[in-house]
């Protein structure tokens, strides 16, 4: 019976992994619609301090902190050195997965 526990368990394991790594992967075209529906307005002139998509620079000391850092930021608002940003930049209606595809978008073009 202890053998059958331990099968299970390490199965639940495994699935466990796979599924998070499966979901782990953003989709970046649904991150592009989303930033040019909700994230454009702030990000494409540096209004409030945004950091501008395709700035290297600008970009550079966020992407270091980490994508996860980075989506907590967008979805509960953030105030930092350079500015502020509206918690869910000010879309109220935005969803989890649809900040991390942007974060996701605005990254890959800001590397």
Request: hydrophobic fraction near 40%; glycine fraction near 10%.
């Amino acid at each position: 019976m202890s053998r059958f526990i331990s099968t299970a368990i390490c199965t639940l394991f495994v699935c466990s992994i796979c599924s998070s790594v499966a979901s782990a992967a953003p989709d970046l075209a649904a991150g592009k619609k989303t930033f040019e529906t909700s994230c454009v307005t702030c990000h494409k002139t540096g209004l409030m301090g945004a950091p501008k998509l395709g700035d290297k620079v600008d970009w550079a000391p966020r992407i270091k902190q980490g994508v996860p850092v980075l989506v907590s930021h967008a979805e509960k608002g953030f105030t930092g050195k350079k500015g502020t940003m509206p918690a869910k930049g000010g879309t109220a209606t935005l969803k989890t997965a649809e900040i991390t595809n942007a974060v996701a978008y605005m990254v890959k073009s800001s590397k």
